[in-house]
Structures are given as structure tokens and as C-alpha cells.
């Protein structure tokens, strides 16, 4: 069964150029479009006067430099992180330096790991970053006419945390849930279970609107999410049908699962198809030898 996601291609923008979205939030888009980023890291501004800055980007002088204009004026109290990709945090340490402020968010790249912060982590983690201070879920961060609720989604990252205004019952769900396409959940550090549980857990809560920090908004947030937890499941009967077939091997898998999609991005496919295998060998639905990894051959348990 095919699932269809409901995303939304429309987005009117400048690079560099502070968007005003709504009454408390602004969006600086980085020049950074990629097969993983779409248009390019989206950069939030919550507040006037005394703001906070979610998800700074990447280490890019001109994107630090446009965000320092779109600042101009104003104090930032809180650089908020949503999690630790290099698309999302190195850009904090240099803002900081120009603007000041506190940078807030769950810690490390892989601190969400049972067990604390691990060696083996995925390309792409910036390792480098380290909150001033450590956020978990549930805790409130309050400013100047704003307030921001911790809500911790693991899954994408070990480390990942989104974030809801309470002003205006948005959420900022940083790469969790994207406007453009779906997560990547890419082992060690992502875990599809976790992911999976996250999703869920979004399901529970009554924000009427997503700003993600790739794509754009998102306005029918239940029926979008609901939407993703259907593809990973019926991502997971593909696997099914696969096996069934005598498809054993991860590279095979996904030339057929995702047949209609750019090969160059085949390997990140690759990386998810592992994560989804990892969880149904953890439930006993497929079998391998040895531990799940992506040159394993699977079999129906």
C-alpha cells in the first residue's frame, strides 16, 4: 500500500532576508539547498526586542552574517537547539560571539544514547557543540513576551528536542517532522523505534501549526503526522514483501523501495532501511546474523 504525504512545495523566500511569519516569529533561510536540506537551513527568530534564535545553521560567515543584520537592535537572551546536525548548531558558537546570549538544548551530539555520548556516531553530528545550558523535556524557557515547552523527540538524533510556543500554539519541530520530505533515521545515533514513539507522542499534543527547519509550514499538523506514521509502517510491510521474496540484503531492498527516488540519495534510503531493520529484529519479526548492520543478510524470522 502506498502512502501518500500531504507535503507542501510553495515556499516564497530571500535568501538572507528575515521573513516575518507571524506576530512573534521571523526566518532567516541559509544558502545551503541540498538532497538533505531543500531550499536550505531555516533559522527562527521568537520575539521583539529581547529574542531567541532556534537552530542557528550551519558554519556559513554569510548566513552569520545575515543574522546578525536581521538582529540588529534586538538582545538575544536564548540560542535554542533543536539537535546537533551540522546544518543546525555550529553557527551558535560564532553568533554568540558577536550578539551574546545562552545557548540552550538537551547536550552533545549522542548524549541521548543509553549510556551517555558514544564514539560511533553518524557523518554529520557536530561534535563540537556543548550547551550553556541542558534542557529536557518538559522544561519551560521563558522571555521577554515568549515562552518555549522542551519536548523531547528522539529518534532522528538521540539528542533531538523540539520546542512549542505557547503564544501562538505553534510548534518548531526542527527535523522531526519536515515540510518537504520525510526524516532521515540513520543508526547509531537514530533509532526508528524512538523515532517512531516520538511521532506518537507528537500525536498526543494540540499545536495547530508547525514551522519545521526545512520546508514550510505545516497547518494540518494531527493529519501530517499521523500521515509519517503510516509510511514508516507500510516502509516496514515493503521490508515484509521484500523478505518474502527472497530479497535479503539492504542495497536490493532499495532499489526497489524506493525505485522512484534519486539515486544519489539511495544511501541515506540505505541508512533508514537499516534503522527500520534494527527495530523489527528487536521485535522478532526478522532475523539476521550477527547484529543488524547494512552488509547483513535478513530473512523472515
Not at 504525504?5 to 521571523?26: H, K, N, Q, V
Not at 508547525?210 to 521490508?239: C, M, N
Not at 532499489?255 to 534510503?269: E, N, S
Request: glycine residues 10%; aromatic residues 6%; hydrophobic residues 35%.
Amino acid at each position: 500500500m502506498a502512502v501518500s504525504i500531504p507535503y507542501r512545495r510553495d515556499m516564497t523566500f530571500e535568501y538572507g532576508i528575515a521573513d516575518t511569519l507571524s506576530p512573534l516569529i521571523r526566518r532567516v533561510i541559509c544558502k545551503n539547498p541540498s538532497a538533505f536540506t531543500f531550499h536550505g537551513t531555516g533559522t527562527y527568530i521568537v520575539g521583539r526586542g529581547k529574542v531567541a534564535v532556534i537552530d542557528p545553521g550551519p558554519d556559513d560567515g554569510a548566513h552569520v552574517s545575515a543574522l546578525v543584520n536581521a538582529l540588529r537592535g534586538e538582545t538575544v537572551t536564548h540560542h535554542i537547539i533543536t539537535h546537533t546536525h551540522r546544518d543546525h548548531s555550529p553557527a551558535t558558537a560564532p553568533l554568540k560571539a558577536i550578539v551574546g546570549g545562552k545557548s540552550y538544548g538537551f547536550g552533545p551530539h549522542g548524549s541521548g544514547r543509553s549510556g551517555g555520548v558514544h564514539d560511533e556516531v553518524e557523518e554529520g553530528g557536530d561534535m563540537a557543540f556543548r550547551p550553556d545550558i541542558t534542557v529536557r523535556d518538559g522544561d519551560v524557557i521563558e522571555g521577554d513576551g515568549w515562552t518555549l515547552e522542551a519536548v523531547y523527540t528522539p529518534g532522528h538524533t538521540s539528542n533531538h528536542l523540539c520546542y512549542a510556543l505557547k503564544q501562538e500554539n505553534a510548534l518548531f519541530p526542527g527535523d522531526h517532522v519536515m515540510g518537504w520530505s520525510t526524516t532521515i533515521v540513520s543508526p547509531p545515533d537514530g533509532d526508528m523505534l524512538a523515532y517512531m514513539n516520538s511521532l506518537e507522542k507528537l500525536l498526543k499534543r494540540s499545536e495547530a501549526r508547525y514551522w519545521p527547519t526545512h520546508g514550510t509550514s505545516i497547518d494540518d499538523p494531527k493529519a501530517f503526522v499521523a500521515a509519517l506514521l503510516e509510511h514508516r509502517r507500510d516502509r516496514e510491510r515493503q521490508i515484509m514483501d521484500c523478505l518474502g521474496k527472497g530479497i535479503g540484503d539492504i542495497k536490493a531492498m532499495v532499489k526497489v523501495m524506493y525505485a522512484d527516488v534519486d539515486v544519489r540519495l539511495h544511501p541515506a534510503a540505505a541508512r533508514s532501511v537499516l534503522a527500520h531493520l534494527i527495530h523489527m529484529v528487536d521485535t522478532g519479526r526478522v532475523a539476521c546474523d550477527g547484529e543488524p548492520r547494512l552488509g547483513a543478510t535478513y530473512r523472515r524470522a
